[in-house]
């Protein structure tokens, strides 16, 4: 039988990954469908599991003078009905799954599985977000483009739990979001375009442009974003993205219309700030 | 094997079981609460769908482990209240039921609908059935059942 724990504290929590492998489990929405089996039967688990999402120490969102801190165990509900986070962190939250999955789904374990798919990573790439690593021999600060390094992969080590994420408190004008899927719930994004940017029209300051769902990981070019507030030059953007994009055929889209919807939408959000 | 505590419709219950099963096998199996659903199986049908300290959720979805000291709400324990009936009734009156299977999931869905607004416009109301799926695609009649207790509530 699969050993199944429930730890005390925090601190057992790290102790119990410091000396075993385990599965986390925070919400469950995407381990549970992964080990399904036939109804009543116990799930297909392999490996221990040590669950999370009632540690304290996880959940809630905190906000401080320069930053929000998002705790791993905070769930999509808290996030999208936020009364602390402004509204760029909290739309494309609320556009994910549906509202009892949003109950369940937790934020840290969106970032933590890192599929490709995965729709919180690319607004946090946008944001400069940074997530905080713990064991019980101390912690890390990593970008989290550092920390997200492949489909299904990231910098996570085995004795580590991803404490929080910490989103600088920035001055934003607007934004602009939009994923495609078959449907408007509950659905893998074919593709996902989100776009921050300060001031507007000729006194457009800084424009922040993330593709998801695309490539294994989000695409942000920076350079690019610098080039375009000296040149205002959509087309060479616009074109500077379509030529990072390398997915393919898949079950979701065709590699085909997944770029050129892309493209499409990064020029028209770009006409719309620049307007 | 774990003593799992928890409040089931109204009453203090414990289960012997593991950790990792699921409430909604619990609620079929050890309490023989067979009106919550098992559809999909994985989140997406919303034939499952409880409350937990008054959030709705997809039991097929939720190991025991996060039911520990909690409060849980099927639809046997909602239909002992007034507005259990208000709403049977709109879904009646509507004809907003067919072969029946994804109504306990609507039901629910329809009660955190009625918690959570006042006056929800269309799009709300459809973003909170949004999980659940009716396999009869009876859609026009249940979104018809959930906005006339909305004018009800208008007209008191």
Known sequence: MIKNIRPDNYQHLLTLIDQETFYVFAGGTDLMIRKRQWQGAERRFDKPIVYISHLRELQGIREFNDHYEIMACATQTDVAESTILPEYVKEPISKMATPPIRNLATIGGNVVNDASVGDSIPLFFALNAEVVLRSVHGTRQLKMHEFIIGKYKTALAQNEILEKIIVPKEEIDGFHYRKTGLRKASILSKLSVYMLYKGRGKKLEDIRVVVGAVNDIPIRLRTAEKSFLENRDVDKLVDAYRQQMNGKDDKRSTKEYREEITCRLIEYFLGEVLS | ?156
Do not use: W
């Not at chain 2, 099927?74 to 709109?90: C, F, S």
């Open chain 2, 1 to 156: 094997m774990h003593n799992v505590s928890f409040i089931l419709n109204g009453e203090a219950v414990t289960v012997d079981t593991s950790l990792s099963k699921r409430l909604l096998d619990v609620l079929r199996e050890d309490f023989k609460l067979i009106g919550t659903k098992e559809g999909c199986g994985e989140g997406e049908c919303g034939a499952c769908v409880v409350f937990l300290d008054g959030e709705l959720v997809n039991s097929c979805l939720l190991p025991m482990n996060s039911v520990v000291d909690k409060e849980v709400l099927t639809i046997e324990g909602l239909a002992k209240t007034n507005r259990y009936q208000e709403i049977e009734d709109a879904f009646v009156d509507a004809g907003a039921v067919q072969c029946g299977f994804c109504t306990p999931g609507m039901v629910m869905a329809t009660e955190y609908l009625l918690n959570k607004y006042k006056r929800p416009t269309e799009e709300q109301i459809q973003e909170g059935l949004s999980g659940n799926i009716c396999r009869c695609t009876g859609y026009q009649t249940i979104l018809t059942a959930v906005k006339t207790l909305f004018e009800e509530v208008d007209s008191l």
